[in-house]
């Protein structure tokens, strides 16, 4: 249930990301709104046990936990930017695919051991986010490529430092407090640019898409802590599992309700996503 929650509430954000881009959205003011709402969220959900009490800030854990708002609201923008201009399938593709970079992780740091078919579904993952770049109607074919490429690296650090947080101070501190904290230090951080940025304030529009963006990104971070917990040793596995179940609810979505056309090499970056996913996980489908 929390692999199925994860993927549903992922792939919700992507779909948020593009009505952004049809109403004319701003993302940056609408993502610092976001932050706000997911950490008012988290301690009213917490209740007594909210992060503003000092003890809270005083434990070894704070300043690592918190050092993952950096990389969420980099992330987050970065992925808002892409759906935007590239489309929701292919920056779900290199967002999500980007699990490469935690299961790699998790292999070395994590002891979680490799396999030769791992290693081949990895590669041909990468090769897949390539053939999902959008076409570039200007004639830049490499603006595109960019910026999935960023989106890529940045979801791979934003699910290592995650899958390593969680399996690091998860038996001393509850996934509804970590949540918190990352999401808390991402608004503090989103909230200073803001102020110092000219025409970045939200509007009416901004702030209602923004709530509604933070209550779904709460739920997925939730979701993907709950994961992370009930395939411990396993989350490589879990994220390959997770993200392509993600690329293909989002670009789905964007096909039957955006109209969102997919280019033929596109076609073939999908089924080689899901190629990928089946060779790092055939013993799990095959026994």
Same mark, same amino acid.
């Given at each position: #249930?929390?692999?199925?929650?994860?993927?549903?509430?992922?792939?919700?954000?992507?779909?948020?990301?593009?009505?952004?881009?049809?109403?004319?959205?701003?993302?940056?003011?609408?993502?610092?709104?976001?932050?706000?709402?997911?950490?008012?969220? &988290?301690?009213?959900?917490?209740?007594?046990?909210?992060?503003?009490?000092?003890?809270?800030?005083?434990?070894?854990?704070?300043?690592?936990?918190?050092?993952?708002?950096? *990389?969420?609201?980099?992330?987050?923008?970065?992925?808002?930017?892409?759906? &935007?201009?590239?489309?929701?399938?292919?920056?779900?593709?290199?967002? $999500?695919?980007?699990?490469?970079? =935690?299961?790699?992780?998790?292999?070395?740091?994590?002891?979680?051991?490799?396999?030769?078919?791992? %290693?081949?579904?990895?590669?041909?993952?990468?090769?897949?986010?390539?053939?999902?770049? =959008?076409?570039? $109607?200007?004639?830049?074919?490499?603006? &595109? %490529?960019?910026?999935?490429?960023?989106?890529?690296?940045?979801?791979?650090?934003?699910?290592?430092?995650?899958?390593?947080?969680?399996?690091?101070?998860?038996?001393?501190?509850?996934?509804?407090?970590?949540?918190?904290?990352?999401?808390?230090?991402? +608004?503090?951080? +989103?909230?200073?640019? #803001?102020?110092?940025? $000219?025409?970045? %304030?939200?509007?009416?529009?901004?702030?209602?898409?923004?709530?509604?963006?933070?209550?779904?990104?709460?739920?997925?971070?939730?979701?993907?802590?709950?994961?992370?917990?009930?395939?411990?040793?396993?989350?490589?596995?879990?994220?390959?599992?997770?993200?392509?179940?993600?690329?293909?609810?989002?670009?789905?979505?964007?096909?039957?309700?955006?109209?969102?056309?997919?280019?033929?090499?596109?076609?073939?970056?999908?089924?080689?996503?899901?190629?990928?996913? %089946? *060779?790092?996980?055939?013993?799990?489908?095959? +026994?």
């Amino acid at each position: #249930m929390w692999l199925i929650f994860s993927i549903l509430s992922s792939a919700a954000l992507m779909v948020i990301f593009k009505i952004f881009a049809r109403f004319e959205i701003r993302v940056f003011p609408s993502i610092v709104v976001n932050y706000v709402t997911c950490f008012v969220l &988290g301690n009213f959900l917490l209740g007594e046990k909210n992060i503003v009490a000092e003890v809270v800030w005083m434990q070894h854990w704070f300043p690592f936990v918190a050092g993952m708002g950096l *990389l969420f609201i980099s992330a987050f923008y970065l992925m808002g930017l892409g759906t &935007g201009l590239a489309g929701a399938g292919a920056t779900s593709v290199a967002a $999500k695919m980007s699990v490469v970079i =935690p299961a790699a992780v998790s292999m070395l740091l994590l002891r979680e051991k490799p396999g030769l078919f791992i %290693l081949l579904g990895m590669l041909l993952s990468v090769f897949s986010v390539y053939l999902m770049r =959008p076409e570039n $109607k200007d004639g830049n074919g490499s603006r &595109g %490529l960019w910026v999935l490429l960023l989106v890529f690296i940045g979801s791979g650090m934003v699910d290592t430092g995650l899958n390593l947080v969680k399996h690091q101070f998860g038996t001393v501190v509850d996934d509804y407090t970590i949540s918190t904290v990352v999401f808390g230090s991402a +608004g503090v951080i +989103g909230v200073f640019l #803001m102020l110092i940025q $000219k025409g970045q %304030l939200p509007r009416w529009k901004e702030i209602l898409g923004g709530v509604v963006l933070g209550c779904t990104n709460y739920a997925s971070l939730i979701a993907m802590f709950g994961a992370i917990g009930a395939y411990k040793g396993q989350t490589a596995w879990f994220f390959a599992v997770n993200n392509i179940g993600v690329v293909w609810v989002s670009t789905l979505i964007s096909i039957l309700f955006f109209k969102e056309k997919i280019s033929r090499s596109g076609y073939v970056g999908l089924m080689l996503a899901a190629l990928a996913v %089946l *060779l790092m996980n055939i013993h799990a489908f095959f +026994g």
